[in-house]
């Protein structure tokens, strides 16, 4: 973690608490070596929320299905979120917990390889959530993009990946090292996009938050 993990207590001291069937998914997810949205970083999406009321959401990497059902709470009427799964077992609980919360209306999960299932989608999405396989964001951008709205906004979570992408690529482990090159070169293509505007925040892992200019991006 890169914020003070004292700090990081200290701020969400003040936060209120979510419903016990919330915390009872985070628990479990975390208890089960799950990556999930950071508190912090909730707290974050969920001012994003309140701010933008987002309609329609496409979140690329549901994992357990956490942050979705976390954003669920704060949509609109009439709100709407898709989410993307890969991996089986992930698919499985994620589905269990939408499940548990009473949230199938609100929230669709697509099984499947985002770098595919996103070429079946249709435009027209307000808020773009990206929480997946660090090293593929790039591959993903190119179609998530061109979804998102003209005033839309995307966000990715963990760009700063603990503060290794400050390093040299040989401060890093081998195994690393291209996640490493490629997070750097998506984060550097964001900030030098012309059609965005991003900023990279250090909030939790580290997030970008872009906002689409205009449908000539």
């Not at 249709?122 to 090293?135: E, L, Q, R």
């Not at 179609?143 to 963990?158: F, R, S, Y």
Request: one cysteine or more; proline letters at 4%; aromatic letters at 8%.
């Amino acid at each position: 973690m890169i914020t003070d993990e004292r700090i990081a207590s200290y701020i969400d001291s003040f936060n209120k608490d979510y419903a016990p069937i919330i915390m009872s998914i985070r628990r479990e997810a975390e208890e089960n070596g799950v990556p999930i949205i950071r508190k912090e970083a909730g707290e974050f999406i969920k001012l994003l929320m309140l701010m933008n009321k987002p309609e329609n959401i496409l979140e690329i990497g549901a994992a357990v299905g956490f942050s979705a059902i976390f954003m669920s709470r704060f949509l609109p009427p009439g709100g709407h979120i898709t989410t993307i799964e890969n991996y089986e077992p992930r698919i499985k609980a994620a589905r269990e917990n939408i499940k548990r919360v009473q949230a199938e209306d609100l929230i669709t999960l697509i099984e499947g390889d985002a770098t595919e299932e996103l070429k079946k989608l249709s435009p027209g999405y307000d808020f773009i959530f990206m929480d997946a396989a660090k090293g593929q964001y790039g591959l993903f951008f190119e179609e998530a993009i061109g979804l998102l709205k003209p005033g839309g906004v995307l966000l990715c979570d963990n760009v700063l990946q603990d503060g290794d992408v400050l390093e040299s690529r040989f401060a890093v482990t081998r195994r690393n090292r291209t996640i490493h090159s490629r997070m750097r070169e998506y984060l550097y293509a964001l900030k030098h996009n012309a059609g965005l505007e991003t900023a990279i925040l250090n909030i939790g892992d580290g997030m970008s938050l872009s906002i689409k200019k205009n449908e000539k991006w």
